[in-house]
Structures are given as structure tokens and as C-alpha cells.
């Protein structure tokens, strides 16, 4: 008797997990890259606290929009929202569902150990770019919106043709050209500027010039996993995942 109840017992457990595996749900997610970080941290929490399994990309702002039309369905979608807006109005996604995650804010950095400059006002933000001469930051050509952003702003400054720019494939690059002594100074997210050892970051650019754009999450109009989608969002919404953001520069 006591054999059988143990030999009982032993196969209840993975017949009970095989069930919650079962019935969990496959969430797919399609999100900028700029927000990798946080979100993956927060996903991996999300599918250990609930068993849902996550698939994940985070490929260019563009390509999220194609494959859209391409015909992809992902359950949870996560912009800026400006792009956020335009696949809205489109009709791909759940207006309701939106909700903020994070804002991305453009910052300047220096290499570590050097002296700091004083970007505490618009003037003095339009000092520094001249003390420098050299300035890294991404690349307009690419589609880059803080590269288009920079570009315009040194051009509004009337500085255009008194510094060296230095556009860079991207935030990681422009962290680079900075590390190296190849750039002064370099202007990218702050998210980008962070993780990056032998950087100092010296603070956003100072308002009424700073550049902050909010990332958004929504539920996709296709998802075939609504309540579960919607879940996920709320979970990366909560106080403590605010603070995950927040570590992360956003």
C-alpha cells in the first residue's frame, strides 16, 4: 500500500506541472531596441512569477511597422510614441491598452576623469559643444531620431560650422568614439550612455532644447492572447518595474 501511494504521489508532480505548462500562454512581444534592457528583466520576472512564455524581438522602429503590414501578429507592442501613434491611428493596436513604460531623455557625456562642463543652461549647453569642437552622436542618415534631433539643434545654434561633427552607427558607437578620445564629447539617450565603463555622464540637455520621448506598450489589435498581453503590461507598470526603468536611464 505504501509503495502505491508513493508511486502516486511521484506521478501527481509533472502530471500537475505538464497541466500548468499547458495552460500557459505564448505571449510574442515586438519592441524598440532602446528599451531592451528593462524589458527583458522584467519578462524573465513576468514568465517565472506566472508561467507564461515570452518570445521576444526587439528590431528597428521601422521593421516593427513592416512586418506589421507584412502581416506579424504580436501580442504586445512597445514604441515611442510617436510611432506608437501612427500604428494607432492605423488600427493595430488597442488604444485603450496604452501605457507609458519609460522616457528616453538625451544627454551629454564625457570621458571619465575629465573635466566636466557646465551644460546647466542653453547657453552654457552651446559653450561646451564649442569648447569641444568634437561631438559624437548618432547618425541622421540612419533614421536615428536622436541623430536628426542633434543635427538640427547644432544648426539651430548657429554652430554648425565651428565644431567637428561625428555621427556614429548608433548610441553603443557614439559611447565608443567618446571612451577612445575620439569625441570630447558625445550626445546620445542617457540609456545608451550608462552601462558604458571609462563614461562619464554629465546630465540631460538642459530645457527648453532637451530632447525626452516617451516609450509606450500596447496590446496589438491581432493578439491572440489578450488577457495574458494585458497582464504583461500591467506587470511592467507597476511601482517596482518603474524602478527598473529608472536604473536603466528611462
Not at 181 to 203: D, F, H, M, Q
Request: no cysteine.
Amino acid at each position: 500500500m505504501r509503495h502505491r501511494l508513493a508511486f502516486a504521489l511521484l506521478t501527481a508532480v509533472p502530471l500537475a506541472f505538464a497541466a500548468g505548462a499547458a495552460g500557459a500562454a505564448d505571449i510574442k512581444v515586438r519592441s524598440a531596441s532602446l528599451v531592451e534592457g528593462p524589458l527583458r528583466h522584467l519578462m524573465a520576472d513576468f514568465s517565472r512569477e506566472t508561467g507564461d512564455n515570452i518570445e521576444a524581438s526587439f528590431p528597428s522602429i521601422g521593421a516593427i511597422q513592416a512586418k506589421l503590414k507584412a502581416g506579424d501578429e504580436p501580442d504586445v507592442i512597445v514604441l515611442p510614441v510617436a510611432a506608437m501613434d501612427e500604428i494607432d491611428k492605423a488600427g493595430w493596436v488597442v488604444s485603450a491598452s496604452r501605457a507609458e513604460l519609460g522616457r528616453a531623455i538625451a544627454g551629454v557625456a564625457v570621458k571619465a576623469g575629465v573635466k566636466e562642463p557646465d551644460i546647466s543652461t542653453p547657453d552654457n549647453f552651446k559653450k561646451a559643444l564649442l569648447a569641444a569642437v568634437t561631438v559624437a552622436y548618432t547618425n541622421p542618415a540612419g533614421g536615428s531620431a536622436t541623430g536628426t534631433y542633434v543635427a538640427g539643434l547644432i544648426e539651430k545654434l548657429g554652430i554648425a560650422n565651428e565644431i567637428k561633427p561625428m555621427p556614429q552607427t548608433g548610441g553603443g558607437a557614439v559611447a565608443a568614439a567618446v571612451v577612445k578620445g575620439e569625441a570630447e564629447i558625445g550626445i546620445t539617450y542617457i540609456s545608451e550612455l550608462l552601462p558604458n565603463r571609462g563614461l562619464k555622464v554629465v546630465g540631460p540637455i538642459p530645457q527648453p532644447m532637451g530632447l525626452i520621448v516617451g516609450y509606450v506598450a500596447a496590446v496589438s489589435i491581432t493578439s491572440k492572447e489578450n488577457e495574458a498581453a494585458r497582464a504583461l503590461i500591467t506587470y511592467m507598470t507597476r511601482p517596482a518595474a518603474r524602478e527598473i526603468f529608472k536604473q536603466a536611464g528611462l
